[in-house]
């Protein structure tokens, strides 16, 4: 499974940014997409995840700010960033949890990461 993640980039605080993460390969299902987070000097932490459900669980600090969301069809998730504030600047991963086609065997992918910029 191959994830490409896109939309990051430089965003004068106050600002909106919309992640895209793109799954491809033998995909049977997904049944969760999250986007992490990595600061310069900080551990990567959990920003939001969406279930196959369409459940959806924010980290405190970016609850009423950024709103996750999947399109089933296109095996493809979203991030949509709204005012944003310095702290907000990391490098975004994407991660998918599903099962292979064929075998059903359980995967879990990440991305490469797409940097976020928060800066006037």
């Known amino acids: 499974v191959q994830l490409q993640a896109s939309g990051g980039g430089l965003v004068q605080p106050g600002g909106s940014l919309r992640l895209s993460c793109a799954a491809s390969g033998a995909i049977f299902t997904i049944t969760r997409m999250g986007w992490h987070r990595q600061a310069p000097g900080k551990q990567r932490e959990l920003v939001a995840t969406?279930?196959?459900?369409?459940?959806?669980n924010y980290t405190d600090s970016v609850k009423g700010r950024f709103t996750i969301s999947r399109d089933s069809a296109k095996k493809t998730g979203y991030l949509q960033m709204n005012s944003l504030k310095p702290e907000d600047t990391a490098i975004y991963y994407c991660?998918?949890?599903?099962?292979?086609?064929?075998?059903?065997?359980?995967?879990?992918?990440w991305g490469q990461g797409t940097l976020v910029t928060v800066s006037s």
């Open positions: 991660n998918v949890e599903g099962r292979y086609e064929s075998t059903w065997y359980p995967f879990n992918s």
């Open positions: 969406i279930t196959r459900a369409y459940s959806t």
